[in-house]
């Protein structure tokens, strides 16, 4: 994902240079997405809006060590 980015700012298809990966807000996914890919990261925790707040549905502190990421499987193939 990073090379591809990267390599379409030296060509100028991108024009910006700050590489950003945006969360997903309001979807129940751990797709993390970008321009030149998305990856799925493993979830930390995973809290739910009830009544009027949050609460901790499930919790996860191994992540913290064992957690990687992985590349999403492309929906949009050409």
Known sequence: MCKKWYGE???????STNF???PPRGKNSNEIRNTCGN???PLLLCAEYINDGYK???HKPEVM????????PNRNPL
């Open 9 to 15: 700012v030296a060509a100028g298809k991108i024009i």
């Open 20 to 22: 950003q990966l945006h």
């Open 39 to 41: 990856l799925l990261y």
């Open 56 to 58: 901790c549905i499930e």
């Open 65 to 72: 060590k064992t957690g990687k990421c992985e590349i999403a």
